[in-house]
């Protein structure tokens, strides 16, 4: 059975993902967890298989910070952060800190958020299934993981990702030389299927590849038609 923390310090909100997640899979066990204290004793004792969590939790403006560097020393466990505080200045501070996603509380309903954790779900387990198997490779350039793309990684570095922007990315590669339109992408985009949004998404994966590749340049502009990956231009750096 599946094993998952929730941890929100507002009661109504608590209940109402608690019910979500239950709907969604009914096989799963829901430990729901108010403060910070409580739920980092219950991560010191428990192996979650995902954790949902606020950022702020009562007078704590960033008790979910403490918490995921907690989660990351102990298992590593994914991640979901569902927050009041503006997704344009926090998803990039969770990106940093390993968290899987984020969602801004009042900007997503319960199909986004079903979507999203189910998703992380079968993403997390095909790592697993893919970490038991075998070691990673990493004198390829870009490393996606097949089932669900959970932690594309460049030249061996891990690309912190948004999972939509993951799927956009595997959608890029595995099409590379050729030209993904923009109704192709709105395929893989869960909300925003406009133009401004795949190109906002775009812009996060440019920017994350360039975090490890100042010289990034692998994602083509087609003007009115969409992206393209194509052949790296410039030479691997040296090691």
Known sequence: MLHIAVIEDDPPMSAQLRGWIESARPDVRV???????DAEAAILRQRYDLVIMDIELGRERHAGVALINAINKQHATPVLVVSAMPATIYRSIMKALDAWDYLQKTTFEEADFVDTFLEILRASKGQRERDAKAPDVVNEELSLDPLRQSSPKWRGQR????????????ALHEHQGQV????????????G????????????IRDAFREIDPEFDAI????????RWVEITHPRAAK
């Open 180 to 191: 993904v339109s923009y109704e192709d992408l709105f395929q893989v985009v869960k909300s």
């Open 159 to 170: 690309i912190n990702l948004p999972l939509t922007a993951q799927r956009i990315l595997a």
């Open 193 to 204: 299927r406009n133009r401004d949004n795949v190109r906002k998404h775009i812009s996060t």
């Open 31 to 37: 430990d729901q967890w108010f403060t910070r204290d």
């Open 220 to 227: 083509e502009n087609v003007p009115m038609r969409g992206f």
